[in-house]
């Protein structure tokens, strides 16, 4: 898998952003919203059951709420940057807390890290990518060419 092919993908202007906060940070998600709604409102907004409604009711903004994280909600959000539908990713993350579905969290890092996709952690790195003027611009970056990597694969397998 070293000599993979890339095709250039573009990030719109509209970016599909996924919100995503484990228990004990979703109050500063939420205050982290509340602060940047201006610029969150100009995107398409998703994110995990809980924390989807619990920004929608205290902040007003829209987002599409996929399954509870620990019910699958990480890997749907993965299977959505698979899919080319989400370009963004801000997860408030604890790092002092256990989680069952760990794993799912890790799927989901790992997805961002092939697929390229921005992603926050933590608030800093929120306040840093979210005033970024690539916000407002197209960005265009080079992922795995899927489509070639199977027919590789397929060529070298058969
Ligand atoms: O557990 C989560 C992320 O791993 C978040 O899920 P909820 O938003 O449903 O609480």
């Not at 080319?84 to 801000?90: A, E, L, Q, Y």
């Amino acid at each position: 898998m070293n000599n993979i092919d890339k095709v250039t993908l573009t990030i719109p202007k509209e970016k599909n952003i996924a919100l995503i906060a484990h228990d004990g940070k979703k109050p500063d998600i939420i205050n982290w919203c509340e602060e940047h709604k201006d610029i969150l409102a100009k995107h398409k907004l998703y994110g995990t059951g809980t924390t989807a409604r619990l920004i929608t009711e205290k902040t007003g903004l829209t987002v599409k709420g996929y399954n509870s994280g620990p019910l699958g909600g990480d890997q749907q959000i993965g299977a959505r940057i698979v899919e080319g539908k989400i370009d963004f990713v801000i997860f408030f993350t604890d790092p002092l807390t256990a989680a069952p579905h760990d794993p799912d969290v890790k799927a989901l890092l790992r997805i961002v890290q092939v697929y390229d996709v921005p992603m926050a952690i933590n608030k800093s790195s929120a306040d840093f990518i979210i005033t970024s003027s690539l916000m407002d611009t197209e960005y265009d970056h080079d992922v795995i060419n899927f489509k070639e990597n199977i027919s590789q694969r397929v060529k070298e397998m058969s």
